[in-house]
């Protein structure tokens, strides 16, 4: 039985994400040229070939983790996204298909730049993250129906990293409260105005 998708998708997303990895990718390649150019002046300086040895893999393997992480990063942000009532479908900068049943996603998150959604960790594989940024035109109702599907299935749900039904509303939105006094004070007038009638 074929299933029905609603699909939300952002090109301008897609173009963006490989900008970064572009430029990650570049900066990679700077570097690498540079900690290997500058490796014979330090054998210059330094007069411990041991010592040489430690830094340049040092710095080598410092910047091989944090380019790996980033490019990790980016490839959990999605372009394109598909929900149906047995699946989430995402497609990274390169066009990647991840799918993720709802039976394997752990929660659904919610913060100021992106919803993501994230399966738990499978067979030693670390956990994969499907990251949709806000600016997707139809991010409130990709936010409404992702929580909906969540929900029926009994995923929590965070919103700044912390469940839903936690949320201190007044602190997460202080303007509500500000609103409420003016209301209030609105009312006590009103109320007051009808007693002296």
């Not at 990718?25 to 500058?38: E, S, W, Y």
Request: net charge neutral; glycine share 8%; aromatic share 8%.
């Amino acid at each position: 039985m074929a299933d029905w998708y609603e699909v939300f998708d952002n090109e301008e997303v897609q173009l963006d994400t490989r900008k970064h990895v572009g430029r990650l990718a570049g900066a990679l390649v700077v570097g690498f040229g540079a900690i290997l150019g500058l490796t014979p002046l330090l054998l210059l300086w330094v007069p411990s070939l041991v010592l040489v040895t430690t830094l340049v893999s040092g710095s080598l393997a410092v910047m091989v983790v944090g380019a790996s992480y980033a490019f990790l990063r980016l490839r959990s942000v999605v372009w394109c996204v598909k929900l149906s009532v047995h699946r989430v479908v995402g497609y990274d900068y390169a066009r990647r298909k991840t799918v993720l049943s709802w039976a394997e996603i752990e929660r659904v998150e919610l913060d100021k730049t992106s919803l993501s959604i994230v399966a738990a960790p499978k067979d030693g594989r670390p956990s994969r993250v499907l990251r949709v940024p806000h600016v997707f035109p139809d991010f409130a109702h990709l936010s409404h129906r992702t929580v909906e599907y969540a929900e029926a299935h009994g995923l929590p749900v965070c919103v700044e990293g912390r469940p839903w039904q936690l949320l201190d509303v007044g602190r997460l939105y202080p303007f509500l409260t500000d609103i409420a006094i003016a209301e209030r004070a609105v009312r006590g007038r009103t109320l007051e105005g009808d007693e002296e009638v």
